[in-house]
């Protein structure tokens, strides 16, 4: 069933990055979740370059610079701190706008949270 699920996911994905393409100006937000943590990056395809990352294993979090969401336990409440971390470090790096890559993810819990994060810092989509 594992398998599956991930051929299933990894041909989602393939169909998802045919459309997406993070630019400079525009890069793509990146997103994977494994079964403990969730990870994000900012990258230029046209570079070949990561610009930023974050996730829920980085010190960041630990520091003290998580919102409050009580309506989000968990690791759903996690990505959603992991998203809001991410869009202050894209806000600090003049960029406005991205590119969301749900790198064959379903638009739900964890990967919709970070995503609300990331929109609650004030980034656009």
Avoid: C, W
């Amino acid at each position: 069933m594992k398998n599956k699920k991930n051929e299933s996911r990894l041909r989602r994905k393939k169909s998802i990055r045919k459309n997406v393409f993070g630019t400079g100006i525009r890069p793509r937000l990146s997103v994977f979740r494994s079964n403990l943590h969730i990870y994000a990056q900012l990258i230029d395809d046209e570079s070949g370059r990561t610009l930023l990352s974050a996730s829920s294993a980085a010190k960041e979090l630990s520091e003290g610079n998580v919102e409050n969401t009580e309506n989000m336990k968990g690791k759903t409440g996690v990505s959603f701190n992991v998203g809001v971390v991410l869009g202050k470090k894209i806000l600090e790096n003049n960029i406005e706008s991205i590119v969301f890559d749900r790198n064959g993810y379903l638009y739900h819990g964890r990967v919709k949270a970070l995503a609300d994060g990331v929109r609650k810092a004030g980034v656009k989509f």
